[in-house]
């Protein structure tokens, strides 16, 4: 199946959004020549983990990419600082850099 890239033109903060079928099998393919370091950090919801995470943690692990993950939990309650506060701690604890994904 092909993807279609739909272009969200936001002037200099423009990108490009995939759509298509099987995206997260195809993750590592797409991700890995972005990277500086062969590692990514992904931050989720624990509903969503359920469904997603394995699949796009394995199509990165199977190109030689760490991979570090974080769920929290689902819903608006999450959406605060006590929440934000414990991933940026998360991150450092990973030594997650500016240039990583």
Do not use: C
């Not at 020549?33 to 359920?50: E, M, S």
């Not at 997603?52 to 769920?71: I, K, N, R």
């Not at 605060?80 to 604890?93: H, I």
Request: proline fraction near 4%.
């Amino acid at each position: 199946m092909s993807n279609d890239r739909v272009h969200v033109d936001l002037g200099s903060r423009s990108y490009d959004v995939l759509v298509g079928m099987d995206l997260l099998a195809q993750a590592a393919e797409l991700i890995t020549p972005l990277l500086q370091r062969k590692r990514v950090a992904i931050v989720t919801d624990d509903t969503v983990a359920g469904l997603h995470l394995m699949v796009l943690a394995d199509a990165l692990e199977a190109q030689g990419v760490s991979v570090s993950a974080m769920t929290i939990p689902p819903g608006e309650s999450s959406k605060g600082w006590p929440q934000f506060t414990r991933t940026v701690e998360w991150l450092l604890e990973q030594k997650i850099e500016r240039r990583d994904i």
